[in-house]
Structure formats: C-alpha cells, structure tokens
C-alpha cells in the first residue's frame, strides 16, 4: 500500500514548539485520512529547526466504496417533501428510487445511493491544504506580498516550500497535487542552511531522511538529542569533568540545530567565586550551553559546552572563542551582581517591601512579612513541643528571624535577573551576613516543598517559616475568594496546600490548622487588607474541607483508600493531619483484616436496620439500653463488650495509639455476630425492640471511636 | 570591499562598520536616511519605520539611529550598557522572501563568514507597549551572541500592517565589538586609525556616557520633565484634532508632525521613569497614555498620501 511524506520547509520553529507541532500534524493528517475511510498502517512526524515532517505507511490506494440507503416519503407524498428527498439524495426523479412496500404504514420511497470511493491522492489533496491553513500554532503571523490581502496564511513563520508524495515502495511516487497561498507542494527540499543549502529532490521517506543527513540534517529530534548527551559526555570526560545533565536545556538546544555539533570551551577561575546555581543559570538561561562539575569536588567546573549548528571551517575554534567572550561578560555581569547585592544587609532591604503591593486585595509585602513572622512565632513551638523555657524562646527569635528575611532577597539584583535561585540567593546572602545556620537554611527552604517531589524541609525553623508562608498564602486567598476552580489555580494554592500536608506528615509534627487558620485571618484583618473578608468564622471549616480534598487526592495517589479520609473527617474537629493520616492508616490495615471487615459488615447492617426502624418511628433510639430488659445471653454479653470497647478503644485513642484501638474494635465483631445470629432485632415486644435498637445505636456509636463506618465503602 | 583601505574596513573601526551596512543597503536599493532628529528610545520610533510600515506602498529604508535608554546609563563603568547608542535600522516592506539570506549576507559583507562562525536565528517575539507593535521573529546570534533583532511586524500604531514589513535592527556597538574583538565599547577603535591619530569610541562619548548618567539619575528637572510629557500629549492631540481635512475625516494633513509629540512624550516618560518618580501603578498608565497617541497618529498616518490614501 502507498506512503505519503509531507515536509512544510518553513523560516526558524521557535524551539518550544516544535514538538507539540510535529504531533499536531500527525494526529491532524491521520485523524482526516481515518475520517475519509483511509485507515493507515502507521505514521510517525518530525521537527527540526525549519522543517516539519510527516510519514504515514500504509494508505490504502482508494477510499472503500460506500453504499448507503436512506428512507424517503411515502408514496403519493405532496411534492415539497418528494423534491427535498430528490434534493438530499441527489436522485434525478423518482424514477430512480425503489419503492419499499409496507402494508401498515404505507409504501414509501427509498434511494440507494452508491457512491465509488476516490483515489486516495485526490482525498489527500483536498485535506492537506486545509491542515495548513487551520494549524494550531500557539502564535502564528502573516508575511511577504501577500499579507496585504486579508485572508492571508498564517504560519509560526515564513513558509518557503512543501514536499507532499504519495505512492507504493516499488514505483516512483506522485506528487499530491495541491497549493497554498502559491506555494505549490512539490519533491524539492533543502538541506543545512549554511552547510548543504542547495536544493534536492526526494521520493519517499526513505531517501529523504537519509538525503537530508547528508545535506546535514538530522530529521529525528531525538536523534539529535542522543548525539549532543553522548558527545557532551564524552567530551566532558575526556577532559575529566562531568556533564551536568539537563533534559529541558536538551529539548530546547535540539530544538535549535539541524546539525549538532558539541564543543568546549572554558572561563575564568575566579568566576567559581560566584556561587555555582547563579554560573549555572547565566550560562543555561542567556546562552543555552551545559555545564560540567569537577568529579573530585562535586563543584562546578571553568568549563562549559555548548552545541553549534555548524561544522566550522576551523573546528569551531572562532565559535568557542566568541562564546567564551560572551559568558565572559555575562559572568562578569552576574559577578558585579552578586557583589553589589553583598553590599548591602537582607534586613536593610526590607523598607522597600512597603512599595510593592503583593496583591491589591491583600496589602503589600512588607505586610504580609510581618504577618508570615507573627505565624511563624505561633507554630514554631508546635513544631518542637519539648522545647522550653530559654530555648523555646530562641527557637521562636529564629523563626521570625528567618520569616522577616525569607523574601528580601526578591530585591538582590541576581534575583531579579535569575528569579529561580530566590531563596537560594537569600541562603547565600544570609550565610555571607553570618545569620544563623537554621536561619539561613530557613531562608531557601521555606518554599519548599514545590510539589510532590521536591525535598521536605526537616530544619524545625525552615518547617515553622514554611508552613507559616503557606498558611498565610491559603488564607489570604480563601478571605477573598480566590480559590480553585476546576483547572484554574493561577496562585498554586493546590501546590501550597499539599505542601503543609507533606511539611507536617512527613515530618510527624502535630499542628491543628483551624487554630492557626483562625489566627492568620485575624492577622489578615490586623495588616494587609481593608476588604471585606469571607466570614472568618466559616473560614476555617471551609479551608479545613479544602485540605480533606488534597488529603484524599494525596493518598490516592499514593494508593491508599481514600474513603478512609472521609470516614475519618466525618468525626468532626479532625484538624491535626498527622493524627488523621495515622488513623486512616491504622483503619486500611484494620479493614484488611476478617475481624475489620466483618465488623464494617456488622456495624453497616446495625446502622442500615437503625436507619429504616428509625424513619418509621420518627425518633432516635440514643440512651442506654435497660439490662432488665435483655431476653439473650447475646445481648448482655454485646452490651458487656461495648461497654469494655468503648473505654478500651477511646484510652487508645486518646493515646493516639489507633492501631491499639483497632485491635480493641476487634473484640466487637464476634459479639456484634452472635447477636445478630440469634436475636431479632423487631421484637413483638415494643419494648424490647426499643431496647436492641438502642443496641445497635451503641455499637455504631462505639465504632465511631475509631471513624464513622458508614462513610466507609465497602 | 577587498579595495578599502584598512582604516575604512569594518572590522578595524565602528565608522567602516556602519559604511559598509549603509553600502550594503544602498546597494540593495534601500533609501539610505539620516537619523531622525529627535530623542528616540530605539530606530522602530524613527516615523521611516513606525509610520511607513503602515499603509500598502513599497517602502525599502536603512538608516543609523542613534537611541536614548535613560536607565541603561552606567556612568561609563559598565563595559557592555549604555543610555546612548547606536542601531543601524533597516525597513522592507513588503518583507522579501529571501530576507534572511538578505540579512546573513549583511554579515558577510561586515566580515562575518558563516562558514567559520554558529549563526542562529533564536525564537523572540517583539512587542511595544509604547507603540502598540508586535511582530514575531529572533534574534540573531552569532557564536552565542546576541547581534541583531529580526521582526516580521503584525501590527503597528494599533494598525494590522498590510503587506507585513520585515524589520532588522542591528546593534551596532556590539557588532562592532564583535568583529573587532574587543571586550569594553569604550575601547572599540571609531576612525579605525592606530596611533596617535586613533580615536576610539570613549573618546567620542564616555564624557557623555558619565554626564547624562548624572543627569538621568540625579538632576533631571523632574517638575519641567512632568510638564512636559502634558505638554507634548497636549499637543499631539491638538495637531492630530487640527489636521483632518474635514469632519469626515477621509485625509490627514499633520500626522508627521502629531508624531513628534508622541515620539516627545515617550522619551519624556523614559526620563521620568530613570529618576525612579513614576510608581509601579502609574508606571502603566503612562505607558498607554504614550499608546494611545501612537494609535492616534497611526489611524491619521493611514489617511494621508504616503499611507495609502
């Protein structure tokens, strides 16, 4: 069956875009040519700095022939609706249609229409120039003569030829006739800009990708990929040092050469003065080159690499040389950086934070620094409750500390050139001033962690300014309603959120979060905004609910039941995230055992007969049940092990020793069993009914020690 | 280019460099203007291009244009930044379709040989908040460095630009560097002359570098600069009102003119915003201010003769 190959030979394909491009064709071209009845073998697309590139295998050489039968109006209908059905079927007269015979309804007309599949060519002739026209470029532009008349083609930049063929392995294909905005589709492409710039013609695939390597094109971004990380490692090792590996720096530089060619070069010593993250993001962000370590320090070493897109004349010494004299001045540049901000002390920036509004609703920085200290100070202590007396002090004075230099490094001249080392920046500058190692440490971690990834600060310091940032951040948004919505989380509170979950549970630290909800809305109120604020008293609750949800989604993915979540939310006042996380655990391990399971099944069916017994009398059944009233052995001896379970199960709890009151919860099961077994629950005796009832009311709320078992899903 | 002599060449003095671009040009058939004789933040403000993009008729340009950033001023102490430098500006309109190879053989012709050199052409996509421009395209770099920006413009003065006009802006001092390789502007050799009769680049303007870094920081007369960003709005509206030719306004009669008051406010508020006296949030209103009179001057442009009309 024929191939077709599709090239679109356009100006320089921003890097970022060129993958999702290279998709987009495939799944545009084989979604049309499935929806013309064209069903393919395979097809694969490419991009490269100037090129997109399409093959699909196995086309059949015609569209299948169709034959569709469709129902018309009945025989002697008027004629408006006799000339609709010729008009629709495309039928000269009725003369053509057969008549269907129903002796029921009536006899009515029916056009067989047969329509002979087209060429497959010809269909793709007719999609291709659509595709173009339609594509999805993230921003595309209009160029040239033609873009005086409206309507003119948009491409990511100008587009300069199309390769579109089409036909069978054996023979030479055809070109698919089609042009757009008078670019004709034809078997002519080009090769490197400056290596191999002459035109040549190619047939199929096969030859073009192998003409186009060597006109020095690699067509295969990932191709191109594996040659530059093979040869930068290599190079770097043949010299002694060690890449430093960096995937979205590959994807991008792929994304800029045809024709990878890796070379070395290197900078002045005195430069590793300047800490390593800022050298390794002047060099990645301004002039997309890799970095290498010294294997014996770890440390970055005077070297860099860089790939050009050109196999120069020289051997590439006037490429190294002139890249070296870049990141000469851009080092120099992040040096004089980097000295300037040592000038000056983290706190003495701090005035400036008074300008800058942090968000028109929520005041300005300077604010909302003072209030992420005041929470910091308030949790600290929850975060070392042995601490005491003098040293519970120091450990708050530090907190703040940390918490009113955690942002001034937002002002250093590196940060505002390099915004991904805040924090960082702020450690360095901190150590320089010499804070106190905590604090310092405080100061990069407490934006951490960024996601589900990243490292969990343990510095008890950087966990009180950590959660005290986050804290601050829920809470400012929740009081003004800026919360998620459905895809929408433009402030990343899903991510701040995960992170005190992961900062407390990880870390094992008790910290109720109403309490401190409450205590960072009155903050709220105190500094930072004069607008009205949701309700503070419903605010905690409702944040509260908010962390249930990311709790859950937490677990899940962590593959634990999240039902459990619920049945342990339901409690109500479940605000400590490690006791709730303790106790879901201590629940799933619980519920995997028999005992666990029937005793879900025993107090399931309780609730359930509770339940209907309850609806139909309209009443409650709480209250102690009357022992006199016990007609069974069983039942004394259920009331006898509630009695025993409850007080066993709420000392465990109490104790926060839920695995202890899971294993007393499992005494139940074989009284609540035997009841079940040999009682009736609905006695003649009104009474005596009342009195199981009651029964099963204290078995349920018994269980409810532990978790509600009727969020439970079984 | 063989037959220049050394001091003339353009890797041997900033002079030779922006001949031979001006040569190259000329030669091309681009009209070859003077700069435009007003403070400009860069060569797109010159009205050969802002205006002369807009509007259907052919219009191939070159010119050098000197550009006034007032809060890249460094006092002459940094090797790299200045408030005062030069673009070499050049307009085709329609944009050619072999414009890049127009562009790589400028670079041959000022001694750049891509076959001994990496050159690329790097997504950037331009926008003017000032101007109510943009455009997409790169910048261009050679062996890493950043010496040339390439624009297709999409829309200028809040106009769609139809044809689209292909815009190339070299930065002239750090061309220059380049190809004389030299790491301080202030040491990049002007008259191309060694010696004593050798003039280099801070000779010509270092003095100024210092001085206006003083003035653009510290001494601008701020209460004269607020006046007379009011002044110059002011009177571009009032020339832009003054210049229709009747109240249907089918042709425009001062657009020009109306456009050097715009051009005035921008650098005014450049001024201004060095001296740090505009907050964050006046910040923007200022700058669609300045847009709005581009818009202005735009939609008259489009009326007048070499508009289109």
């Keep these: ?714 | 280019m063989d037959s220049l002599p050394p001091h003339m060449r353009p890797e041997r003095s900033f002079q030779g460099l922006i001949l031979t671009l001006q040569r190259y040009w000329a030669d091309y058939g681009c009209v070859i203007l003077q700069p435009y004789d007003m403070e400009v933040g860069a060569g797109t403000f010159h009205p050969a291009t802002t205006l002369r993009a807009l509007g259907p008729k052919r219009w191939n340009a070159a010119y050098v244009q000197p550009s006034r950033r007032p809060k890249d001023g460094r006092y002459g102490e940094n090797p790299n930044r200045l408030q005062h430098y030069y673009q070499f500006q050049v307009i085709l309109k329609p944009s050619p379709p072999d414009i890049q190879d127009l562009y790589l053989k400028s670079l041959a012709a000022i001694g750049v040989d891509a076959a001994l050199h990496d050159i690329r052409f790097v997504e950037d996509d331009w926008e003017s908040p000032t101007l109510g421009a943009w455009g997409l395209g790169w910048e261009c770099w050679c062996d890493g460095m950043e010496v040339s920006q390439f624009t297709y413009f999409q829309q200028v003065a809040g106009v769609e630009c139809a044809p689209v006009a292909g815009e190339l802006t070299y930065g002239l001092e750090r061309l220059a560097m380049y190809v004389q390789g030299v790491d301080r502007v202030y040491d990049l050799n002007f008259n191309g002359r060694e010696g004593a009769e050798k003039v280099t680049y801070g000779d010509v303007f270092l003095q100024a570098e210092q001085e206006y870094s003083r003035h653009n920081f510290e001494h601008s007369d701020t209460a004269m600069l607020f006046e007379q960003f009011k002044m110059a709005e002011g009177a571009c509206r009032k020339y832009l009102e003054a210049g229709w030719d009747s109240d249907k306004k089918e042709r425009h009669l001062m657009a020009l003119p109306a456009y050097d008051q715009c051009i005035k406010a921008s650098h005014v508020f450049n001024l201004l915003d060095a001296r740090g006296v505009i907050s964050v949030t006046e910040r923007q209103s200022y700058i669609l201010r300045v847009r709005e009179l581009a818009k202005a001057c735009g939609e008259a442009w489009v009326h007048t003769e070499a508009g289109g009309v």
């Design chain 1, 1 to 714: 069956m024929p191939d077709l190959l599709l090239e679109l030979f356009s100006e320089e394909i921003p890097a970022r875009m060129q993958a999702k491009a290279a998709d987009d064709l495939r799944k545009m071209v084989t979604d049309k040519l499935v929806a013309e009845g064209l069903v393919y073998e395979g097809a694969k697309a490419f991009a490269t700095p100037r090129r997109l590139a399409l093959t699909v295998h196995g086309i059949p050489a015609r569209q299948p022939d169709l034959k569709d039968e469709r129902k018309g109006p009945k025989v002697g209908a008027p004629d408006a609706a006799v000339q609709g059905f010729l008009k629709a079927t495309g039928l000269k007269s009725l003369d053509e249609a057969k008549i269907q015979k129903d002796p029921k309804k009536g006899d009515f007309y029916i056009a067989l229409i047969e329509k002979t599949g087209r060429p497959a060519i010809d269909v793709i002739a007719e999609i291709l120039p659509v595709i173009v026209r339609t594509f999805p470029w993230p921003k595309s532009m209009r160029w040239g003569e033609r873009s005086a008349k409206p309507g003119a083609l948009q491409w990511v930049r100008p587009l300069h030829s199309i390769i579109a063929t089409f036909g069978m392995e054996t023979e030479d294909p055809d070109v698919v006739a089609f042009d757009v905005a008078g670019i004709e589709a034809g078997q002519v492409t080009r090769g490197h800009r400056f290596m191999a710039p002459a035109e040549f013609s190619v047939r199929r695939f096969e030859d073009y990708e192998a003409k186009l390597f060597d006109a020095k094109v690699v067509l295969d971004s990932q191709r191109r990929k594996d040659i530059i990380l093979a040869d930068a490692k290599e190079l770097a090792f043949a010299q002694g040092y060690e890449l430093v590996e960096d995937q979205v720096l590959l994807d991008e530089v792929s994304g800029l050469v045809e024709w990878p060619v890796v070379l070395m070069g290197s900078f002045d010593e005195d430069f590793l003065s300047i800490p390593g993250e800022v050298i390794r993001a002047t060099i990645r962000n301004n002039q997309k080159c890799f970095v290498v370590n010294d294997p014996k320090t770890g440390k970055l070493a005077n070297r860099f690499i860089l790939v050009a897109n050109i196999e120069a004349s020289d051997g590439g010494k006037a490429i190294v040389a002139g890249n070296e004299r870049v990141i000469r001045a851009r080092l120099s540049d992040a040096k004089f950086f980097y000295d300037t901000d040592l000038k000056t002390k983290l706190e003495d920036r701090l005035p400036k934070f008074e300008q800058i509004v942090f968000h028109e609703k929520l005041g300005t920085q300077a604010e909302r620094i003072a209030r992420i200290e005041r929470l910091a100070a308030e949790i600290a202590p929850l975060v070392v409750p042995t601490a005491q007396g003098a040293e519970k002090e120091k450990l708050v004075e530090k907190a703040k500390r940390a918490a009113r230099l955690a942002k001034a490094d937002l002002l250093t001249e590196v940060v505002g050139e390099f915004p991904e080392v805040q924090g960082l920046m702020g450690k360095y500058y901190a150590q320089t001033q010499g804070e106190d190692a905590s604090v310092a440490q405080a100061i990069e971690d407490h934006y951490k962690p960024q996601g589900p990834n990243d490292r969990v600060p343990s510095d008890p310091v950087a966990i009180a300014v950590a959660l005290a940032d986050k804290i601050d951040t829920l809470v400012g948004f929740w009081a003004i309603d800026e919360k998620p919505t459905g895809s929408k989380d433009p402030y990343a509170l899903r991510r701040a959120a995960l992170g005190v979950i992961r900062l407390v549970v990880e870390n094992e630290k008790r910290v109720g979060l109403q309490q401190r909800f409450a205590f960072a809305a009155e903050e709220l109120l105190s500094v930072g905004t004069s607008h009205p604020i949701m309700d503070r008293n419903k605010l905690p609750f409702d944040l509260l609910s908010f962390f249930a949800d990311r709790l859950k989604v937490q677990l899940r993915d962590q593959g634990a039941r999240h039902d459990l979540v619920d049945a342990v939310f339901a409690l109500g006042g479940q605000d400590d995230l490690l006791m709730v996380v303790r106790r879901v655990e201590a629940l799933g391990k619980f519920l995997d055992t028999d005992d666990g399971k029937n005793l879900l099944a025993g107090t399931k069916r309780a609730s359930n007969i509770l339940a209907i017994e309850e609806k139909k009398d309209k009443r409650a059944f709480d209250g102690a049940p009357d022992a006199s009233l016990y007609k069974d052995d069983t039942e004394a001896a259920l009331a006898f092990m509630i009695a025993a379970v409850k007080s066993e199960a709420s000392i465990a709890v109490a104790n926060e020793d839920f695995t202890f009151a899971m294993s007393a919860m499992a005494k139940l099961r074989p009284a609540v069993d035997a009841f079940f077994d040999k009682v009736k629950v609905n006695d003649d005796d009104p009474k005596v009914r009342e009195n199981r009832l009651k029964l099963l009311n204290e078995i349920r709320a018994a269980t409810r020690a532990v978790a509600d078992f009727s969020k439970i899903q079984d």
